[in-house]
């Protein structure tokens, strides 16, 4: 029976403030699309992390034929200054660092050359003295990648190194940047959510002032009383998170999570729909524990029922 005649009631408020429910629903819908797109790209950034920096690298270019940097003042790398980089980063003192030391001669240089710029004019522009030895380091610890550069860029010969953790870094720090804006606006269109509840909670009881003041009279509990208000709020809140879960899911499947997406992006695992299917309980649950509690304490706060 109470449970019966508290449905009734939340129904009836539903009809009575149907276009602030369905507002709430739409403000819920896009508050968690952005909240939802701001999880599913820092979990695509922290795929991007596990996937790239296992494979980063540091690559020190020893000094040309003809340097034009301070750093080669002495002019191109003699043997004996190749030699004792290839020492230094095979020895006991990198050993922890180190794991593995590939070295680029001037030929290899001008073969990976040719074969990049197979078609063009280049090909035939550069011989082998306008190439460069290299030393390609594959680290242990990629978080240790700035040890191994200073340690590089100190050995006589060498005119510079490129840390390719440097370069992820940028890539990282604009799609960190992008989380960040997702999550300000879904934070904003929360705070708008909550706005509506009270609004909501405050309309619904004004309609129902002379039922609640029944129920008080009969001797209705508060808890019967102010269930209704608060799943109205409750069904709002799931009508909207199921729509973001929804549309997050088909957009993750459609656009990343099939063979084609797959095909053209091979150098990196995409998110897909399962990251979707264990973000969607976050989602949905916060969503219908905020909004109780929001609907909880503006009956307590704005309204007497």
């Not at 440097?166 to 989380?179: H, R």
């Not at 209704?228 to 549309?247: H, K, Q, R």
């Not at 459609?254 to 063979?259: A, G, K, R």
């Amino acid at each position: 029976m109470r449970i019966g005649f508290i449905l009734s009631q939340t129904f009836k408020g539903i009809r009575s403030n149907r276009v602030v429910v369905a507002s709430l629903a739409l403000v819920t819908f896009v508050s968690l699309m952005f909240l939802g797109a701001a999880s599913l790209l820092q979990t695509q950034v922290g795929n991007m992390k596990n996937e790239w920096y296992d494979k980063v690298e540091v690559t020190a270019f020893m000094c040309p034929l003809n340097p034009t940097t301070a750093q080669c003042a002495g002019g191109e790398a003699t043997q004996d200054q190749i030699d004792a980089v290839e020492a230094f980063l095979n020895s006991d003192t990198m050993a922890h660092y180190v794991d593995e030391v590939y070295i680029e001669s001037k030929a290899d240089a001008l073969e990976n050359f040719r074969e990049i710029m197979e078609g063009t004019t280049w090909v035939d522009a550069i011989d082998e003295d306008g190439m460069q030895v290299s030393f390609r380091v594959k680290l242990v610890n990629p978080e240790e990648f700035q040890i191994v550069a200073d340690e590089l860029r100190g050995q006589p010969g060498v005119e510079y190194v490129i840390d390719q953790r440097e370069q992820l870094e940028s890539i990282f720090s604009v799609l960190n940047g992008a989380t960040v804006i997702a999550a300000v606006l879904a934070g904003t269109m929360i705070l708008t959510a909550l706005l509506l509840i009270v609004t909501m909670v405050r309309l619904s009881a004004m309609f129902r002032q002379k039922d609640t003041g029944i129920m008080r009279m009969v001797g209705a509990s508060n808890g019967i009383i102010q269930t209704p208000f608060v799943l109205e709020g409750v069904f709002a809140a799931l009508l909207g998170s199921l729509l973001s879960v929804g549309t997050l899911y088909g957009a993750v499947r459609y656009f990343l999570d099939n063979p084609a997406s797959e095909e053209t992006v091979r150098f990196v695992k995409l998110i897909d729909s399962g990251d979707v299917i264990n973000l969607a309980p976050w989602l949905v649950g916060g969503a219908l524990v905020v909004t109780a509690l929001a609907s909880y304490i503006a009956l307590r706060r704005y309204t007497k029922v």
